[in-house]
């Protein structure tokens, strides 16, 4: 019998080592029309749990209407989950590894991710507010088009434009990752136009480390934790963050 459920964290973090050379693949699975609207579906399902959260995604997706004008609004169902790992698969065409291991990293990207990625995004919009100012989360086609998950507002004023990401998306590291060096092009390409959109605004990266059972480290220089991209990547896509540049702090306080 077909089923789904959360595993332990650290079987998750040892798969994403193992299946890091089909990231290229996972990307192409990553659409909307594949897996959903992961941060909307958070939004809709209000998950207080991985479990949760995953449970919630299945009967979403067992029980959307028909026809569907928008499949990216609705969860998916066991089997649609296990055609997805197997479309994974097939893309990686590496069957020696077994269909749990890529099942397992897509509840990973789609459930842990999206549900740590939320917690974060709502600890960061605390530390803002708590320092008088506003913040928007961004969904949808800004977050798309433009690469940003936050609008921050000081007496009603654009101000800042937030990116949050993980340090591993700009570490200088020698092995070669074509997919990355491709997503740092494009960010630079993303700040480009959203900067287009919104003038007089500033764009800053804030960066985490993910210590496991969902705790979180996060990245700082000189005491700050708002970085410019090209401080983290050249234009060719090359990251430029390295240990000795930063260092980890578990709360950030914002002036």
């Known amino acids: 019998m077909r089923n ?8 998750y973090s040892f798969l994403k ?9 996972y990307k192409k699975i990553s659409a909307v029309k594949y897996i959903g609207d992961c941060s909307y579906l958070y939004d809709k399902l209000k998950p207080t749990s991985y479990e949760d959260f995953l449970r919630k995604y299945i009967f979403d997706g067992e029980n959307k209407p028909y026809p569907l004008e928008d499949d990216g609004f609705y969860g998916k169902s066991i089997d649609e989950i296990y055609t997805l790992a197997e479309y994974y698969r097939y893309l990686s065409n590496d069957y020696t590894i077994p269909l749990e291991d890529y099942l397992d990293d897509l509840i990973n990207h789609i459930i842990i991710e999206t549900y740590d990625g939320h917690v974060r995004e709502n600890y960061i919009k605390k530390c803002f507010e708590d320092t008088g100012y506003c913040v928007e989360s961004i969904n949808g086609d800004e977050d798309s088009i433009f690469g940003i998950d936050m609008k921050v507002y000081k007496n009603k004023k654009l101000t800042y434009l937030i990116q949050i990401k993980p340090y591993t998306a700009f570490y200088k590291s020698p092995k ?19 900067l287009n959109k919104y003038s007089e605004v500033d764009y800053y990266y804030i960066l985490y480390m993910n210590k496991g059972g969902g705790k979180t480290n996060w990245v700082s220089k000189d005491d700050s934790f708002l970085f410019k991209i090209n401080e983290l990547s050249s234009l060719n896509g090359d990251g430029l963050l390295t240990f000795d540049k930063f260092k980890e702090n578990e709360i950030i306080r914002l002036q």
């Open 4 to 11: 789904v459920f959360i595993k332990d964290l650290e079987r």
């Open 17 to 25: 080592k193992k299946l890091w050379n089909f990231n290229k693949e």
């Open 176 to 194: 070669i990752n074509d997919a990355l060096i491709i997503d740092r092009k494009r960010w630079f390409k993303k700040e480009r136009e959203a």
